[in-house]
T-cell receptor, first 113, second 114 residues
């Protein structure tokens, strides 16, 4: 059973569209991470949040602790936003040890010009 | 440049061979961890370390050993490679200092076991 669920798995949109990627998790958490993985394979941390909302450029991440749900939004999407977006929670919250992350399977986003 | 450095970038092994994937960070991060990424499975935690001399198992530790003799280095050892260990391996580090708790990832090692 995957305790971190993402939707959709795949998303294709046109340039300029507003994008939403969803993440739900099964246990109470202290923090949730959003990461981006480009076709070349590199992984970059986008956000770490424990409540409310964070914004960086055209990216916005929100979290609802009570509903165990987080969303990543991209405004005015651009082809360079094409990547895999991954949410993750601290491993210890799912019965693991003191470090590391448990990941969702990712959302493969393609923005067409 | 500051960051997490993984070597090699690519490796082909024969079944039964051993090798060490190297991971080094120059940010004085306390925490380091290893992950493997497989199609359809996502990223999974192999081992982690909370400081020099302290390591522990993650979700999928079988077939892998780690050690952490210095803050900077966290090598991952495959003692007897198996085709099931064909994967892309990522090392990551993080700190709890200076208010940023996010992870910094290496660029990955693509391993094929034949």
């Amino acid at each position: 059973k995957n305790e971190v669920e993402q939707s959709p798995q795949n998303l294709t949109a046109q340039e300029g569209e507003f994008i939403t990627i969803n993440c739900s998790y099964s246990v109470g958490i202290s923090a949730l991470h959003w990461l981006q993985q480009h076709p070349g394979g590199g992984i970059v941390s986008l956000f770490m949040l424990s409540s409310g909302k964070k914004k960086h450029g055209r990216l916005i991440a929100t979290i609802n602790i009570q509903e165990k749900h987080s969303s990543l939004h991209i405004t005015a999407s651009h082809p360079r936003d094409s990547a895999v977006y991954i949410c993750a929670v601290p491993h210890y919250l799912l019965g693991g040890g003191a470090d590391g992350l448990t990941f969702g399977k990712g959302t493969h986003l393609i923005i067409q010009p | 440049n500051a960051g997490v450095t993984q070597t090699p970038k690519f490796q082909v092994l024969k079944t039964g061979q051993s090798m060490t994937l190297q991971c080094a960070q120059d940010m004085n991060h306390e925490y380091m961890s290893w992950y493997r990424q497989d199609p359809g499975m996502g990223l999974r935690l192999i081992h982690y370390s909370v400081g020099a001399g302290i390591t522990d198992q993650g979700e999928v530790p079988n077939g892998y050993n780690v050690s952490r003799s210095t803050t900077e280095d966290f090598p991952l050892r495959l003692l007897s490679a198996a085709p099931s260990q064909t994967s892309v391996y990522f090392c990551a580090s993080r700190t709890t200092h200076r208010g940023w708790y996010g992870y910094t990832f290496g660029s990955g090692t693509r391993l094929t076991v034949v």
